[in-house]
């Protein structure tokens, strides 16, 4: 533990030498938007190197993590959305007329993190730059399903992955999906003060 704190140490002054900012340990994480920039082909200084990448990017997913890591953080964090999910997915269901059929959210990684975390599905790894979770509901046979997917990389050329909640099959039958989901849920400000952290 000792070495980990004197790597760290040694790791946050090479940042502040090279960047001329302050860094510490609650905003180290803000430079991991250089991953952003590399993305798009912007030039970087010589001092950023895939290794000094890698060590940004793991204190990033440690201090994220560490925002979500226990069911109450979770349900603080992403319990709203969750609760417009499962709300909205409910009302097409019963053929609700003003229901719409197509929502689009655009959002931070950190409620993509609440939101799998909450769900259960969360891999402890930080959400990639354009990630989407998707969720759909299927009707086959009178029967309603949930489905979930993940979308974790910017190539136009990979296919999300599909998501299966804790207690459930990938295709979750939607009386199955409200049982798990509902207690998760927060609907309410007044239901957010009453949440454990």
């Given at each position: 533990?000792?070495?980990?704190?004197?790597?760290?140490?040694?790791?946050?002054?090479?940042?502040?030498?090279?960047?001329?900012?302050?860094?510490?340990?609650?905003?180290?994480?803000?430079?991991?938007?250089?991953?952003?920039?590399?993305?798009?082909?912007?030039?970087?200084?010589?001092?950023?190197?895939?290794?000094?990448?890698?060590?940004?990017?793991?204190?990033?997913?440690?201090?994220?993590?560490?925002?979500?890591?226990?069911?109450?953080?979770?349900?603080?964090?992403?319990?709203?959305?969750?609760?417009?999910w499962h709300s909205r997915i409910n009302?097409?269901a019963k053929g609700e007329k003003k229901?719409?059929?197509?929502?689009?959210?655009?959002?931070?990684?950190?409620?993509?993190?609440?939101?799998?975390?909450?769900?259960?599905?969360?891999?402890?790894?930080?959400?990639?730059?354009?990630?989407?979770?998707?969720?759909?509901?299927?009707?086959?046979?009178?029967k309603d399903y949930v489905q979930m997917?993940?979308?974790?990389?910017?190539?136009?050329?990979?296919?999300?992955?599909?998501?299966?909640?804790?207690?459930?099959?990938?295709?979750?039958?939607?009386?199955?999906?409200?049982?798990?989901?509902?207690?998760?849920?927060?609907?309410?400000?007044?239901?957010?003060?009453?949440?454990?952290?």
């Amino acid at each position: 533990l000792q070495f980990y704190y004197k790597e760290a140490y040694e790791i946050m002054r090479y940042y502040v030498q090279n960047t001329g900012m302050e860094i510490n340990s609650t905003n180290v994480d803000n430079l991991y938007d250089i991953t952003r920039e590399i993305i798009h082909g912007l030039k970087q200084p010589a001092w950023v190197t895939k290794e000094v990448i890698a060590k940004i990017r793991e204190f990033k997913r440690l201090i994220r993590n560490n925002d979500f890591n226990s069911p109450g953080k979770a349900r603080l964090r992403g319990g709203y959305l969750l609760g417009d999910w499962h709300s909205r997915i409910n009302a097409i269901a019963k053929g609700e007329k003003k229901a719409k059929k197509t929502i689009l959210y655009s959002s931070h990684d950190g409620t993509l993190s609440a939101l799998l975390y909450i769900l259960g599905v969360s891999n402890d790894q930080l959400v990639p730059y354009a990630a989407a979770v998707m969720a759909e509901l299927h009707r086959k046979n009178g029967k309603d399903y949930v489905q979930m997917w993940y979308h974790n990389d910017t190539s136009t050329s990979s296919s999300p992955s599909q998501l299966t909640i804790p207690g459930c099959d990938s295709s979750c039958p939607l009386s199955t999906f409200n049982a798990i989901v509902a207690p998760l849920t927060i609907n309410s400000t007044q239901q957010l003060k009453e949440v454990p952290s």
